[in-house]
């Protein structure tokens, strides 16, 4: 394939997909798609109660079956070591954590035959009472050692019930987010082939190297015996990022037949066992002067994890770092249900966190009659509210500015339920943005060969970002060459130590190490060093030099605007309009860079009206767990997206100034929804999703 592109420097170029053609004309292989000889299927036999043991387990009818190789269950599983990943310590005894676990693995020749003797396994179980339903006053609910990604439980600033006492104004709101599940389009599948000793898996994952390293320590292997390559991934979400039962199951299966295997989930698997973002229910309580500056703050937020593992939404987080407040009080508590394990979800915290702070800072602005926008300028700050830290940067202003430009919000008439337009009724609102700007350690290798051409390796992942395109402009640019002399491979765990393609981090961790190590080999060729036969190679590891960085609060920062038009008969609610405007750092690539946002606000949209994953409290099972229940945004759904960014250069990130724009783009638009929603009918949206009952007057 050859690219006609090409212009020095390529950063900041709108260079389309270098594997773009590859996609649309099929020649990309996903993990589900390599060919190998040999290869057979796995089928996962799901639990059918919510609780309880395995009593007994009836393999025979299914061994009998034309093409059936075997049945995995717990009595000739491969042990495992118990890492702390109960989700994936499987077969290793008779529990069964929640509906849906798996409970036996057939693998058969082909799917369909492995399938349907998954359905001849007799499986009897003593079943004990389950308790599946999250709620705000469960007493269960407790406080954590920690939240996700291991921050801090709880942070108390200053006398927040003493400010609150005293304070001009008081807003005091619950706020209801439902359980929400990733449906990357791709579901997870994963293959697993023995070969001397070394066993390759091809896997759909955000993180090549990290699945590497668990399936090494949950198996037990020698270093080395582990090689993930996952070099297309349709989508993830967050529920790619750690490996999921399907990736062990695939190694247990070929080393228990001594064949290649593959394991696919099915759509309603997935909603068992790759994760979703929990339920939280959250209550904000803001005091303010007259003028609507903050003087207390105060976030509690609560949400549910299984009994298989520990994992908390941060969604307090939000307000430790977003307005100016000398008193400010977070908290969270969970509770242990017998549930399919809750994990990261795009913008895990901030998503629902954003909803909490952003909605009750609307109501404030309506208590102190102060427009939503200038509420939000007046409460902002130059250093990070909760720990003092000054921001590397910190436009917030200027993405409410240059927002309220683009929607056109000056004039805007405050009144709610003032607008009506045949059977709609109209408004507009507002919300800010942010999401932490992480740049962790990651190793990478450049190659120059004898042909002219340059070969980058780098243990990233492109989930359909783009990472691999505006890694190859930054790589071009630091070789000082066009992009099409670059080649960049990712999603090998081979590569080395590699931070995953999550938390809005790959490409500012990965490209310090590529940039790093293309100067350094640019550096090497212009001194004269000759090229070897098999390549000159220069290697560069961040660890050192991301540890040595000042310490500084640093975020990407964002502003959302919203229209609404509610039928006045139905609750129908539709989004004519949503801006967003970003301060995240260098835009590598504003091509891709605005298809990122496009998608994250057209997931905020799908979160404001339509997702919401129904726990049904008898079986334990979520209900609507396909696409056909589970109402995702389509293209109808999605009008006007507005994407623009403000410029932020920030030289306390990293070599290539990046922040991360993956997840900010959902941050704050659920709230500006709602928000909108006010303004439009006069009643405020406390619970996600506006769907048409709730929406109605
Ligand atoms: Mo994101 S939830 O870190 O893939």
Redesign the pocket.
């Known amino acids: 394939m050859t690219r006609t592109w090409q212009t020095a420097p390529a950063v900041g170029h709108p260079l389309t997909r270098i594997e773009g053609l590859d996609k649309v004309t099929g020649h990309a292989r996903y993990a589900g798609d390599i060919a190998l000889p040999g290869l057979v299927h796995g089928w996962v036999v799901p639990a059918t109660v919510a609780r309880g043991r395995v009593r007994a387990l009836d393999v025979g009818a299914a061994l009998a079956m034309p093409g059936v190789l075997a049945v995995l269950h717990r009595e000739n599983a491969p042990r495992l070591a118990d890492i702390g990943e109960g989700t994936l310590f499987l077969f290793q005894n008779d529990r069964v954590p929640h509906h849906g676990a798996p409970v036996a693995l057939v693998i058969a020749d082909t799917p369909e035959r492995a399938r349907e003797a998954a359905e001849r396994i007799r499986v009897d179980y003593f079943e004990e009472p389950h308790d599946v339903l999250f709620r705000p006053d469960h007493p269960g609910l407790y406080e954590p050692d920690h939240v996700n990604p291991r921050l801090p439980t709880v942070t108390d600033k200053g006398d927040v019930d003493a400010a609150l006492a005293g304070a001009a104004v008081l807003v005091d709101g619950e706020y209801r987010t439902p359980a929400q599940h990733n449906n990357a389009m791709e579901p997870h599948s994963s293959t697993a082939a023995w070969a001397e000793r070394r066993v390759t898996v091809f896997t759909s994952t955000?993180h090549a190297f990290g699945t590497a390293r668990t399936l090494t320590r949950l198996f037990g292997f020698d270093p080395g015996t582990v090689h993930v390559v996952s070099e297309h991934v349709g989508g993830?979400?967050?529920n790619k990022?750690l490996p999921r039962p399907d990736v062990v199951l695939a190694v247990m299966a070929a080393t228990l037949v001594g064949r290649p295997v593959r394991v696919t989930l099915t759509r309603p698997q997935l909603f068992a066992l790759t994760g979703y973002r929990t339920p939280t229910a959250q209550r904000v309580r803001l005091g303010a002067d007259a003028d609507g500056r903050l003087v207390a703050l105060e976030h509690r937020a609560a949400s549910q994890t299984s009994t298989l593992l520990e994992f908390t939404e941060q969604s307090a987080s939000y307000s430790r770092a977003m307005y100016a407040s000398g008193n400010l009080r977070t908290s969270h508590r969970v509770v242990a249900l017998d549930v399919p394990t809750p994990r990261?979800?795009?913008?895990?915290g901030e998503a629902p966190g954003s909803f909490g702070l952003e909605s009750a800072m609307d109501e404030l602005a309506e208590a102190c009659g102060v427009d939503p926008v200038e509420l939000r300028l007046r409460n902002d700050t130059g250093t990070e509210p909760e720990s003092g830290l000054p921001f590397s940067s910190r436009r917030l202003a200027d993405c409410l500015r240059e927002g309220a430009r683009r929607f056109g919000w000056a004039g805007r008439d405050p009144r709610p339920a003032a607008r009506r337009d045949g059977r709609w009724w109209r408004g507009t609102g507002v919300a800010g943005a942010h999401y932490p700007a992480r740049t962790a350690p990651t190793v990478a290798h450049a190659t120059a060969l004898r042909d002219g051409g340059y070969v980058v390796r780098v243990g990233a992942a492109d989930i359909g970002t783009g990472a691999r395109t505006a890694l190859t402009q930054l790589a071009a640019d630091a070789l000082e060459v066009p992009v099409d002399q670059v080649r960049l491979l990712v999603g090998d765990s081979d590569f080395g130590l590699a931070q995953?393609?999550?938390?809005?981090m790959g490409t500012a961790s990965w490209s310090w190490p590529v940039m790093t190590a293309c100067h350094d080999l640019a550096r090497r060729l212009a001194s004269g060093e000759p090229i070897p036969p098999d390549g000159l190679t220069s290697t560069f590891d961040s660890t050192e030099a991301v540890g040595a960085r000042r310490d500084v609060a640093r975020y990407a920062f964002g502003a959302h605007f919203a229209e609404v038009a509610v039928d006045v008969a139905t609750g129908e609610v539709r989004v004519p309009r949503l801006t967003g405007v970003y301060a995240v750092g260098r835009v590598v690539n504003p091509l891709t860079a605005r298809s990122q946002l496009v998608g994250g606000m057209t997931m905020g949209l799908s979160c404001a009206l339509l997702e919401e994953s129904m726990m049904d409290a008898g079986t334990g099972d979520f209900l609507n767990h396909n696409l056909a229940d589970y109402h995702v945004a389509t293209n109808a759904d999605v009008r006007d997206l507005d994407v623009a960014f403000v410029d932020d250069p920030d030289d306390e990130l990293n070599p290539a100034g990046v922040k991360g724009l993956?997840?900010i783009g959902i941050v704050g638009v659920p709230a500006a929804i709602a928000n909108a929603m006010w303004h439009a009918t006069g009643v405020r949206q406390r619970e996600l999703p506006i769907n048409p009952a709730r929406a109605a007057l």
């Open positions: 955000q993830g979400f967050g990022g990261w979800m795009r913008a895990p995953v393609a999550g938390g809005s993956g997840e």
